[in-house]
């Protein structure tokens, strides 16, 4: 590639963007928004993922397990695994929730002596959270009030559950919900822009300068990509600093996988904003179908409304269509969990954002004509 011509095609775009106001038009399909919310919303908690450690092995602490067991609340397995093994599944996000049921658990209950169990939550998203360890609480409750009765025994004060929280201690909304919105806005904000700098000039008739010119279709998408790529660049540093001290989010991960996803996400945008714009031959339908493709996604999938775990059959598969799914996984264990590079699936989920860019920049590079229509 010549640089000298990607450079001055660069400096065109910059000056182009720099006097350019654009006017973010949103329209939303009533069949879209059926099928997405459809599939993705879902209020109540169901199947939560619970690992139970039984250190008593008794009668009580197995009918205990059994209660979980058999509601369509839980997902419910035993092990005896121990106790930092088990947190360290909640922190990879393979269960939901710990009970810890201690040796003396039946002794203690049928005595009447206060009994401690351990239930640790995955709070990474508050509501999720509250509810499962409302649910917990309930099933546990249910067997004493159970035992209390067949035993003639003091119900109050018999058990005493140490509750804990995991990732979002102080359950506020603001810590799930803002790494969040980073991965929405990174996903739309570049791609409407790169949306509109093809087609713009298919309106305008100026894409003829292209037909007629020796610039390679690598060389003009380059020129016209770089100047978007670098703008919002900025934005990673911008968000960043708006969460951690506007919002008061923790971060607890890596600095530099933050900056590393999140500049490949952006590549992502951009790239599916340059594919839109070069099968679109209006601006207004560049728009439209841009925020279709990003925004509803984007707010089903980004881990705002509910964690992708939750969902079940065509709206888990939908997730992972998206790239949204794969960014925010890596954003909120940067912020939330700080696991960083040693977890495999941060590091697979950056290869897979690697391939959503090589494939829409084929995509857009093959039907890109470099001739006159």
């Not at 791609?191 to 690598?218: M, Q, W």
């Amino acid at each position: 590639m010549r640089l000298h011509t990607i450079k001055a095609y660069m400096m065109k775009e910059f000056k182009e963007l720099y006097r350019t106001k654009l006017l973010i038009m949103v329209y939303l399909m009533p069949s879209m928004i059926l099928i997405l919310f459809g599939y993705g919303i879902r209020l109540d908690v169901s199947h939560a993922r619970v690992l139970i450690l039984d250190n008593d092995k008794t009668q009580l602490s197995q009918m205990l397990c059994s209660k979980f067991e058999h509601t369509k609340y839980f997902n419910t397995q035993e092990s005896h695994m121990s106790e930092a093994e088990a947190l360290r599944k909640i922190k990879q996000a393979k269960i939901d929730a710990v009970i810890i049921i201690p040796a003396s658990f039946e002794r203690n209950l049928l005595k009447g002596v206060k009994s401690d169990l351990g239930v640790f939550v995955d709070a990474a998203f508050p509501t999720r959270g509250t509810t499962i360890e409302t649910y917990i609480q309930g099933t546990i409750l249910s067997l004493v009030s159970e035992v209390a009765r067949e035993q003639g025994i003091v119900e109050h004060g018999t058990i005493n559950i140490n509750s804990r929280n995991l990732f979002n201690q102080a359950m506020r909304d603001e810590d799930a919900i803002v790494p969040g919105l980073i991965g929405l806005v990174l996903l739309v904000a570049p791609a409407i822009l790169a949306a509109l700098l093809i087609v713009k000039e298919k309106e305008k008739g100026t894409i003829f300068n292209f037909y007629a010119s020796a610039l390679s279709k690598n060389e003009f998408l380059a020129a016209k990509l770089f100047p978007v790529f670098i703008l919002h660049s900025l934005n990673i540093f911008i968000l960043f600093l708006l969460a951690v001290y506007l919002f008061d989010v923790p971060f607890r991960g890596s600095f530099f996988l933050y900056w590393l996803a999140s500049e490949l996400y952006i590549l992502v945008s951009i790239v599916l904003g340059m594919l839109i714009s070069v099968i679109t031959k209006k601006q207004i339908v560049a728009v439209v179908l841009t925020v279709i493709i990003t925004i509803i996604p984007g707010f089903l999938y980004s881990g705002i409304l509910m964690p992708i775990s939750s969902m079940d059959g065509a709206s888990q598969f939908e997730a992972h269509i998206f790239p949204v799914m794969y960014y925010n996984h890596i954003i909120y264990d940067t912020f939330l969990i700080g696991q960083g590079f040693a977890s495999q699936k941060n590091i697979l989920y950056l290869f897979i954002l690697l391939f959503f860019i090589f494939i829409l920049f084929i995509a857009g590079k093959l039907l890109l004509k470099k001739e006159m229509k």
